[in-house]
């Protein structure tokens, strides 16, 4: 039988797929993790910074000399809590840096209330986080703006978020090595219906030609119904096969004997040397269209049967002996002995009916190729765990030609003479032989004749 190489793999594609979506969601997880904590830490740190901010400007307490600045030890130390981060500050009081560093950047815009802004500028060799805070406050004559910064290098932060997100990147390795073994689970799970389906059809003898209605999943149905299809359109050629060869057989024979008989009477009547001549040459044409046709009906029924093989228990004696009752008449004309010899029974499995047509078809052979007066022997025994049944004639032999050439399709040896054959019956055999799982044959006899032996699988 010929293999069919597969044509991908659904499943692989499949598990590649789910692999892909894994990967995905797996960068996905991983960067909205990080922006959120990089958020979450600067909004978390800008809080603290402008608090300090605010609480350093509500500290700023108006003198009669000025503005005192007390800078509460608190205050940075509540920011100097996250890490080793660097902390500058600035305070202007009128425009001028009354305190602090007096290059700390100042906002684009300045803030306009005690609220805190908040921006990041370049300082040193760091980026600064700085919080803003301005107010007015009256000293002397009359208001005085007043704007306190304070900056803070977020070195800190970005350790935070580094390990968070290396966090973030673990789980996303895990996610996705977690969904390998589940991908390749439920990409094997999907296809056990399939699977399922394919062994329950499997499973079906050679006959079994009804529709499939193995329970399966929506998806299958359109699959299911093309089998059945398929399954019904077999059917009905099969049976219309089966009904050619009864029918063709019948119709082809019927006629053919009736021309065969009116010859023979024709050939009876005429005196006419030429006429003869003719009829018996006409005689033997339709006897050779007999033969062609029942053999191609028959080697077409073996084929057909050997397709779908029956396997019941066959006794080859008792099927070797209706044979050779068959043949008796035949057997008679030629005035040869025709005997079945061992006991039976012989048991085998297979189809009585294509057991029948190979030993027909070796009886046949022994008596056509045999001369009158001689003897055609039905052995029947057992070697090897194989039954046998050989069939011994005394005929003119094989004369030389090779056996392998005997059993092609319409071949014949050169040694027929004028004995009429198609060229099948040998051919019908080996198949036969070939189906039921056993093999054939032919052997010229040292003495003179013939053996045919047809080894099949004893019970
Ligand atoms: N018992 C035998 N003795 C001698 N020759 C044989 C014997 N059996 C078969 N052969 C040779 O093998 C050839 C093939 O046999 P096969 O039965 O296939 O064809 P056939 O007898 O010529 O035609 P048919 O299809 O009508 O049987 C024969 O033509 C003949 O040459
Ligand atoms: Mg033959």
Do not use: W
């Not at 995905?24 to 904590?37: D, E, G, K, P, S």
């Not at 605010?54 to 809590?81: H, N, P």
């Not at 030629?334 to 079945?340: A, D, F, I, P, Q």
């Not at 294509?354 to 008596?367: G, K, M, P, T």
Request: glycine share 8%; proline share 4%.
């Amino acid at each position: 039988m010929k293999r069919i190489l597969p044509n991908g793999s659904l499943r692989a594609k499949l598990v590649v797929q789910l692999l892909v979506v894994a990967a995905v969601l797996a960068v996905l997880l991983y960067f909205t993790v990080r922006t959120t904590a990089d958020r979450a830490a600067e909004a978390t740190q800008d809080a603290i910074l402008g608090a300090a901010t605010t609480s350093i400007a509500e500290q700023l307490r108006a003198t009669e000399d000025g503005i005192e600045v007390d800078l509460a030890y608190a205050t940075f130390s509540m920011l100097g809590a996250i890490g080793q981060d660097r902390l500058f500050y600035r305070i202007d009081i009128g425009g001028e840096t009354v305190t602090g560093y007096d290059d700390l950047p100042l906002p684009a815009v300045q803030p306009a209330s005690l609220a805190a802004a908040f921006y990041t500028a370049p300082y040193l060799d760091a980026e600064l986080r700085i919080a803003v805070v301005a107010r007015s406050m009256i000293v002397g004559k009359g208001p005085v703006p007043v704007v306190v910064l304070v900056g803070q290098t977020r070195l800190g932060q970005a350790a935070i978020a580094d390990s968070l997100a290396n966090r973030a990147a673990l789980i996303g390795l895990g996610f996705f090595l977690l969904a390998v073994p589940l991908s390749l689970l439920s990409a094997g799970s999907l296809f056990n219906p399939i699977n399922r389906l394919a062994e329950a059809v499997g499973r079906r003898g050679p006959r079994d030609l009804r529709p499939v209605r193995h329970p399966s999943p929506r998806e299958l149905a359109p699959l299911i119904g093309a089998l059945n299809g398929f399954v019904a359109r077999l059917r009905g050629a099969l049976s219309q096969t089966e009904t050619f060869i009864a029918e063709a057989a019948h119709h082809i024979r019927t006629p053919l004997s009736t021309v065969r008989t009116e010859a023979e009477i024709a050939l009876r009547q005429s005196n006419d040397e030429g006429t003869r001549v003719r009829l018996r040459s006409m005689i033997r044409g339709v006897e050779a269209s007999a033969r062609s046709a029942s053999q191609l009906l028959d080697h077409a029924m073996v084929l057909y049967r050997s397709d779908q093989l029956e396997s019941v228990a066959v006794d080859l004696a008792s099927v070797a002996h209706s044979v050779a009752r068959a043949f008796e008449p035949t057997a008679e004309l030629k005035e040869l002995v025709l005997s079945v010899v061992g006991e039976g029974p012989l048991m085998t499995t297979g189809d009585p009916l294509l057991v029948e047509s190979a030993l027909r078809n070796l009886v046949d052979n022994a008596i056509k190729y045999s001369e009158a007066e001689t003897e055609v022997r039905i052995v029947l025994s057992r070697a090897e765990g194989m039954a046998v049944v050989q069939v011994y004639d005394q005929g003119r032999g094989l004369q030389g030609v090779p056996v392998v050439q005997l059993t092609g399709r319409f071949t014949r040896g050169q040694n027929v003479g004028d004995v009429v054959g198609s060229g099948l019956g040998l051919t019908i055999v080996t198949e036969v032989a070939a189906a039921l799982g056993g093999r054939f044959e032919l052997t010229q006899i040292e003495t003179g004749g013939t053996c045919a032996s047809l080894f099949l699988p004893a019970l």
